[in-house]
């Protein structure tokens, strides 16, 4: 697999109108995107740290993913997205060496990206996300 850096964090939080404030004042930073990624029933919003994002996880519905997660965990990180070259030989290549997959194929995800999830139960707890950009 060829990572080539961290692509973004996820943080699950209650509510975007509250919490990008947080981001812009105390650490400057500038929201440059708000999406609505209806299939995975949330709204995100991004933030740049050098080549990292921040992305902020606002559930559309409370029986989606992140409505679930800030149900049982509250507010915090979701997950750790990794940025891959080739996302479909990617996952055959993590279920290969073991990794149970939450995605065996790629989906679409925000900001246009082609995304796959590794099941925490085989990554020590860590949700992880491998994410190429086609439009690059």
Known sequence: MNLSHIEHIGIAVKSLETS????????????YAVEEVTDQRVKTAFFMVGQTKIEL???TDPEGPIGKF????GEGIHHIAF???????ALAETEANGIQLIDKQSRKGAEGMS?????????????TELCENKNI
């Not at 800030?70 to 965990?73: N, T, Y």
């Not at 995304?115 to 949700?127: A, D, E, M, N």
């Open 20 to 31: 990008i404030p947080y981001w812009e004042k105390v650490f400057g930073l500038k929201c």
């Open 115 to 127: 995304i796959g999830f590794l099941h925490p139960k085989s990554t020590f707890g860590v949700l």
């Open 57 to 59: 996880l606002e559930s």
């Open 83 to 89: 940025a891959v070259k080739d996302i479909e030989n």
């Open 70 to 73: 800030l149900e049982k965990k």
